[in-house]
């Protein structure tokens, strides 16, 4: 009898192995608890834990070692939205340090070749990750800022370990890099050539910024000399950036997006950020439906899923930017009533589509698949960190304004230029939407976990399968992140068809069901590759007290907690 047990025991884990082709190793600790997307920029939050910090403390390290460590996703020229969960109070804040528009005309801008909204100083927003670091340290921190400073001082003077997918990344923008910003070439790509997997690469200039924000805080780059640098950057190459555009910035804190959803109640980022807006209005449809008892990925679900987006996302698109009516229509977009009529329009007919099957692993072009980062911190005191960063598209604007070693965001690329009626039309200080989606989950108060990912137009449908997998089909984290990954491609025109993308893990039998119910099938890559769909990390709070850390291997992410 024994012995059949462990037959059944074996095939079980066997099944579980079959059903995710990724596998996550779970990291379980009693103390804290973070997880990112570069070990070295893991290791340097967790010293601050370890050395009394608390989750904020151990935030502003985390986040500005990302930022050495992963230059093509964020930094100090990019943008943050971070949620807060402080224990004592039960309560969480947002952060909001998305990047704003600068002093521009908007007409004369709007003449300009379209490439100067994605590449070069036209392209940069004021960034805003700096002062939410700051506001929030401000706010909750319990260190002295310039002690939370210093690991990313000190990883910008020695250099950051290159990984192999580290300079997997680096030779996907090997043309930006080239392309004729020399500051950003003397950076990265040393010698001229793309940094060799295993090495150091330092970045002097970087390390000199932040100690002037670590002397002076967030005054310390947006006034003075590193403010004075990005202007003068800005004006020689084209921008519409002023100093007084830089000193003016201010990171917001406000409420995050609140749903309730069977027992749960989930909190994300509000606008102008719009990938919560759609998951959490699409897992709303969807709240009553069984999935035929799971699991989720079978045609007739992903039809349900699909049907449901292709409703939703429109109207999320017409709500969410960073304008005063855009929280009151999302809240107005997840009201009952609001919810009943998109559920009988998502199931009264079906989607018309392309039927084929298309391999497709072209070269990973410019894009803002890989150009964000998420990461995680947790105390001792149950204090909660969930942020994710980001320089919009890879490499940003591909500049580097000289002396500074900052990377600049190109997150002009992420304003409305057609339509004035549009709440995301572009406007002198206006912030650019974006799909980043930082969340977490309580029940009864409580946390449950917190979770986000990098990944542009894949992060919100990345979102949506992970939460329903877990919260309504009850998988284990692990298995969620680590099953195949699917993704929605909305047409740019709404009368045009959907397709449906996916990992090359998913079934052919499957994907030739879906082909009969009207969808294009697409299969870009290998499951776990990673330079298509992003790699999602969490933070799952247990009964115990404990906390089990959960890093997506399709990146460089790793958890550690003590």
């Known amino acids: 009898m024994r012995s059949f047990s462990r037959v059944l025991l074996f095939l079980a884990f066997v099944s579980i192995a079959l059903a995710t082709p990724v596998t996550i190793t779970p990291v379980t ?13 893991a290791a340097a939050g967790l010293a601050v834990l370890q050395a009394g910090g608390n989750a904020i403390d151990a935030a502003v390290a985390t986040s500005l070692a990302v930022g050495v460590a992963e230059p ?26 998305m990047d704003a528009a600068g002093s521009l005309e908007v007409e004369s801008y709007k003449q300009r070749p379209a490439e100067d ?62 392309r004729g910003d020399t500051e950003i070439a003397r950076l990265y790509l040393p010698d001229g050539k793309l940094p060799a997997v295993g090495t150091l690469l330092p970045n002097e200039d970087l390390a000199r910024t932040m100690e002037l ?17 990005i202007v003068k950057a ?45 998951f959490l209005t699409i897992m709303k449809v969807l709240e009553d439906e069984g999935f035929d008892g799971g699991p989720l990925r079978t045609p007739a679900n992903l039809d349900k899923l699909g049907r449901a987006l292709r409703v939703v996302a429109p109207l999320v698109s017409r709500a969410v930017g960073d304008t005063p009516e855009s929280r009151s229509l999302v809240d107005r977009l997840l009201a009952p009533d609001s919810i009943r009529a998109l559920r009988a329009q998502a199931f009264a007919a079906k989607p018309a589509g392309l039927t084929a099957i298309f391999p497709d ?23 909660i960190v969930c942020a ?17 070693g900052v990377v600049m965001n190109d997150s002009m690329s992420n304003f409305a230029y057609t339509n004035p009626a549009s709440v995301n039309y572009v406007a002198p200080g206006k912030r650019a939407r974006s799909t980043i989606s930082p969340t977490i989950v309580l029940r009864d108060r409580r946390p449950v976990f917190a979770i986000g990912l990098p990944g542009a137009a894949r992060i919100p449908t990345a979102m949506l399968q992970t939460l329903l997998d877990r919260l309504t089909l009850h998988r284990p984290l692990a298995e969620a992140i680590g099953d195949t990954r699917m993704h929605y491609v909305t047409p740019l025109n709404p009368a045009d068809a959907f397709s449906i993308e996916a990992e090359r893990s998913f079934p052919s039998a499957d994907a030739a069901a879906l082909v009969k119910l009207g969808w294009k099938v697409v299969l870009p890559e290998e499951a776990g590759r990673g330079r298509h769909f992003g790699g999602i990390n969490a933070i799952e709070f247990n009964a115990d007290g404990s906390l089990t850390g959960y890093a ?3 990146r460089t992410n790793v958890a550690v907690g003590w």
């Open 29 to 41: 600790a009693k103390h804290g608890m973070v997880v990112a997307a570069h070990p070295q920029a």
């Open 72 to 97: 093509y996703g964020s930094g100090l020229g990019g943008k943050l939205m971070l949620l807060y969960y402080e224990a004592k109070s039960g309560k969480t804040t947002v952060v909001d340090g």
């Open 117 to 178: 909204r994605s590449y070069g100083y036209g392209s940069v927003c004021v960034p805003g990750l700096a002062a939410g670091l700051w506001a929030a340290h401000q706010k909750w921190g319990a260190k002295p800022w310039a002690e939370t400073v210093r690991p990313a001082i000190a990883l910008a003077r020695a250099g950051f370990r290159i990984l192999p997918k580290s300079r997997e990344f680096f030779e996907e923008s090997e043309k930006k890099l080239h």
């Open 213 to 229: 924000l670590a002397q002076l805080g967030r005054d310390g780059f947006y006034r003075g000399p590193v403010a004075a640098a």
């Open 234 to 278: 800005s004006q020689q190459g084209g921008g519409v950036l002023t100093l007084d555009d830089l000193a003016r910035y201010e990171a917001r804190l406000t409420e995050p997006l609140a749903m309730d959803f069977r027992g749960y109640r989930i909190l994300a980022a509000p606008p102008p950020v719009q990938g919560p807006a759609l």
């Open 361 to 383: 692993d072209n070269p990973f072009h410019e894009s803002p698949m890989a150009a964000t980062t998420h990461f995680l911190v947790a105390d001792a005191a149950g204090n």
């Open 388 to 404: 994710t960063q980001s320089q919009s598209l890879h490499f940003g604007a591909g500049v580097v304004p000289p002396g500074t």
């Open 552 to 554: 997506d291997p399709r």
